[in-house]
């Protein structure tokens, strides 16, 4: 498998090399393109108009105060658009369950992923998986062994190697009208440099961290996932080194992320751009030596509790660290101050308008123009 992984992986940095000297490709280039070159290719093009895609976890499965409806968005509602990039959590898919962690039906996900991407929108994936020895969620950190094990126990290893094959068989199912499949971005084993999942920091070595993405990886190519582009996303981190101490390799990384959560609104500005400023700004570094693209791949002030939170604070910070989306996560329905996007009647929902109507943010109508 190393030779097809070699191929795929020589293939997708010719198409980064060809999309940066020309930001955009004619519909002819794009259909002799993969699904993942032709979603890095759009992202190249949206990276290079100095415009970030804005996206939404769940978005429009669920809101603030309702659940299951077909057609509405809390997004929707207040700007009377789309985000441009949703993201979605396979956790709980390795267990075979027909919903995921948070009780959204793989079908439903699956059905609406496809129509993002018919709008010209954007799909991520995140995975909070179980772990493959007990079974324990993603949260269970106590074990300090479980990567080791999914590296070293057969048994594990086995385990293991299934529930990456029920991801794969998910996105592989991700077809369009035409039966092609539609390209998105998958983030596994994210926010490892904290220690809260069973495969962060003090839960594995360096080595066995980057071992865990490679099997991740193999096992997702023998299933011939080849519509995917990978974000490597840690934590806050407070130092370049520390962003690429378990960077696993340039071979299987194609997005350089960053996820950095504010934790209280006025107070806690200040040390949330500081560390916007090192983790995204060490993502940027990064990204430029390589020819990575760069993401902002989860933020948010939860119950965003400042009235002009996006343009006082988020607008800012993508302005100052240019990235290709930013995504703020979830708007539970069943936690009350869980939401990190504002909902009608909000107290940030006109800020958000004018953050929808700044030239710099894209959202899904205009991201579908640009090809
Ligand atoms: C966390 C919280 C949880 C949720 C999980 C996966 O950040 O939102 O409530 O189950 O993400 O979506």
């Known amino acids: ?32 393109l993969t699904a993942a070159q032709a979603l890095r290719a759009r992202l190249d093009s949206v990276s290079a108009s100095g415009k970030i895609i804005f996206g939404h976890d769940d ?14 968005s809390d997004i929707l509602e207040i700007v009377g658009d789309y985000p441009g990039v949703m993201n979605w959590d396979l ?9 995921n962690l948070d009780s959204v039906s793989f079908g439903r996900m699956r059905a609406e ?10 799909n991520a994936f995140s995975w909070h998986s179980v772990n493959p020895v007990d079974s324990l969620n993603s949260w269970a950190c106590e074990d300090t062994t479980i990567v080791a094990q999914i590296l070293n126990d057969q048994t594990v ?4 190697d ?4 029920s991801v794969a068989r998910f996105l592989n199912s991700l077809t369009d009208a035409n039966g092609k499949k539609i390209g998105v971005i998958l983030r596994p084993w994210h926010e490892h440099t904290g220690s809260w999942f069973w495969w962060g ?12 993405w490679a099997q991740t990886r193999r096992i997702m190519d023998e299933e011939g996932v080849d519509n995917v582009l990978w974000a490597y996303s840690p934590d806050r981190v407070t130092s370049d080194e520390q962003y690429l101490e378990r960077y696993p390799g340039d071979e299987f990384v194609d997005i350089m992320g960053a996820d950095v959560y504010a934790y209280n609104a006025e107070k806690g500005v200040d040390q949330y751009r500081k560390a916007v400023a090192a983790t995204l700004g060490a993502a940027s570094r990064a990204a430029k030596e390589r020819g990575k693209l760069v993401a902002f791949t989860e933020t948010g002030l939860e119950g965003v509790t400042m009235p002009a939170w996006w343009t006082e604070v988020l607008l800012p910070a993508v ?11 979830r708007n539970a329905h069943d936690k009350p101050g869980h939401f990190f996007a504002p909902y009608p009647g909000h107290e940030s929902a006109d800020n958000f308008k004018a953050f929808y109507s700044d030239s710099t943010t894209l959202f899904a109508r205009e991201l579908n123009n640009i090809r």
């Open 1 to 32: 498998m190393k030779a097809i992984y070699t191929m795929l992986a020589a293939a997708t940095m010719m198409a980064a090399y060809s999309c940066s000297g020309s930001s955009s490709r004619s519909a002819a280039d794009s259909d002799s």
């Open 59 to 72: 978005d429009p499965v669920y809101g603030h105060t309702w659940v299951g409806d077909e057609g509405r």
């Open 91 to 99: 956790g709980g898919i390795e267990l075979g369950d027909s919903v």
């Open 113 to 122: 992923a496809i129509a993002q991407d018919a709008r010209g929108g954007i």
């Open 157 to 160: 290893m086995a385990r293991f």
């Open 162 to 165: 299934a529930q990456v094959r």
């Open 201 to 212: 920091e003090k839960q594995c070595t360096v080595d066995d961290y980057k071992a865990l």
């Open 319 to 329: 302005k100052e660290w240019p990235a290709a989306y930013v995504v703020v996560w």
